[in-house]
């Protein structure tokens, strides 16, 4: 099983339509973060938690939410969907414990598409 | 704040040749570097990562990078190339004192010519 899984894989739908993409971890990390991937622009950080009560926004942050459900699961919602958030989104995660060396584990993306 | 530059959005090589991937970063405080690379259809793979330690760090697939702090660069090399290489590789810095997550490149992809 996958360490960092997400679901749905693909979705398509219409403007204006509330999306949820879920994510869920096995690795007990503390740490947990909602990128988005655009052809040309490598990835950039929509929102990020460190624990299950501290949220961030990330660069992109503008028109997502966020829910940290638990430690293993945070979820990234699109209130009113609009053709430019057409991406593919990367959940991933880290051990805080261990500091800012630690690299990343990605799960294997969600491919969205807003019509 | 922090960035990075990856210079050339695509990169050619042949089977056997060298291959050389640029990383230029900007940071206010010395940096932690990593690449990773994407496979079609998956996540992101750590390649190799930069904690202050040795200057040259080696990684993953026989692939190795250079920190020159100098030079503000974290280049990715591998002697030679193999068809199994061909993804897209992103070069990510971090604030070692900060909160922030990584700072992603825009990426590059790499061929392989047989």
């Known amino acids: 099983d996958a360490d960092v899984t997400q679901t749905p894989r693909n979705r398509i739908t219409k403007t204006g339509k509330r999306i949820m993409l879920e994510c869920s971890q096995t690795k007990g990390h503390d740490r947990m973060y909602w990128y988005r991937q655009d052809p040309g622009l490598g990835l950039r950080l929509i929102y990020y938690?460190?624990?299950?009560?501290?949220?961030n926004k990330g660069e992109i942050s503008d028109g997502y939410s966020v829910s940290r459900q638990a430690q293993a699961k945070f979820s990234l919602s699109l209130e009113s969907a609009i053709p430019n958030q057409t991406a593919l989104y990367f959940c991933a995660t880290s051990d805080a414990r261990t500091g800012a060396d630690q690299p990343q584990h990605f799960g294997d993306g969600t491919r969205l598409s807003i019509l | 704040a922090q960035s990075v530059t990856q210079l050339g959005s695509h990169v050619s090589v042949s089977e056997g040749a060298l291959v050389l991937l640029r990383c230029n970063y900007s940071s206010s405080v010395p940096p932690y570097l990593f690449w990773y690379v994407q496979y079609p259809n998956q996540g992101l793979q750590l390649l190799l990562k930069?904690?202050?330690?040795?200057?040259l760090v080696k990684g993953i697939n026989g692939f190795e990078a250079e920190f020159k702090k100098s030079e503000t660069s974290f280049h990715l090399t591998k002697p030679s190339a193999h068809m199994s290489d061909a993804a897209e590789y992103f070069c990510a810095v971090s604030n070692p004192t900060g909160r922030r997550a990584l700072t992603f490149g825009s990426g590059t992809r790499l061929q392989v010519q047989p």
């Open positions: 930069y904690t202050s330690a040795a200057t």
């Open positions: 938690s460190f624990d299950v009560k501290d949220i």
